[in-house]
């Protein structure tokens, strides 16, 4: 039944015309396949929490306020996981693989706290593009096998759901677009770009890097020109995004 579900999914998706038809019929599917909680999001650099960057979801109610208040996000072992895998994985995996860390306690109790609050089991499946990790879908709730091939299933709705949405929205244009070959970045660029992207003031990097904060200024407004970017903050977006730093 699962496997007929997300076959007819993976249609449905590409004829969908609305974000909100969309995400409805990928939750009607998840849901069926007996999963209570989901989530489908865009990766971020600056902010890697489970939920930041979502395109459409469901969370267990005050999960995010626990996560957040006990500072989860330290420790978390499937978004620490997450930054390395190239396939998909079940959180057991996760936890598995950080066997004897430092955390490993804090971790432990984090998957306590999530199985309290309904999330007991799940599966997690990246989506990935020329410079890394785009995005992923989660999928949780009660433990439920998967079989490889409902798996490989979930891993191309995880795909086709993330970028037929980013269509349907008119993001994924800019998420695919490349800098131009022909404005590459000079080295003192690219080490000025690094030390922004760190949360540094021009001032920090002129100290850093030993040169007036007047030229740090006429730098960064070289890189927000080459990289199209309306303000710094929007240059370190674009960079992450065109794989420029990482």
């Not at 500072?71 to 079940?90: E, M, S």
């Not at 306590?112 to 997690?124: S, T």
């Not at 760190?198 to 080459?226: A, C, F, P, R």
Request: proline share 4%; aromatic share 8%; with cysteine.
């Amino acid at each position: 039944m699962n496997i007929n579900s997300l076959i007819q999914l993976l249609v449905i998706l590409e004829e969908c015309s609305k974000p909100e038809a969309l995400v409805g019929e990928l939750e009607q599917v998840i849901r069926g396949c007996g999963f209570e909680y989901y989530s489908l999001s865009r990766h971020s650099q600056q902010n890697p929490e489970p939920w930041a960057g979502t395109l459409a979801g469901r969370w267990p109610e005050q999960w995010q306020q626990i996560y957040a208040a006990k500072k989860y996000l330290l420790v978390d072992p499937i978004v620490r996981y997450l930054a390395h895998a190239q396939r998909p994985f079940r959180w057991r995996e996760s936890m598995a693989a950080f066997r004897r860390d430092a955390h490993e306690r804090r971790m432990e109790q984090m998957m306590v706290d999530a199985f309290g609050h309904g999330l007991e089991d799940g599966y997690i499946f990246p989506i990935h593009g020329r410079s890394g990790i785009l995005g992923g879908l989660s999928i949780s709730g009660k433990p439920i096998e998967l079989s490889p091939v409902e798996i490989a299933l979930f891993e191309a709705v995880a795909r086709k759901a993330f970028w037929r949405l980013l269509d349907l929205k008119g993001e994924a244009q800019a998420l695919e677009t490349v800098l131009p070959a022909e404005t590459p970045l000079t080295r003192r660029e690219m080490q000025i770009l690094r030390h922004l992207a760190e949360g540094m003031t021009s001032m920090e990097i002129s100290k850093m890097l030993k040169i007036s904060n007047h030229t740090v200024d006429w730098y960064m407004n070289g890189l927000q020109d080459k990289l199209k970017a309306k303000n710094r903050q929007q240059a370190v977006a674009l960079a992450f995004r065109h794989g420029l730093i990482s």
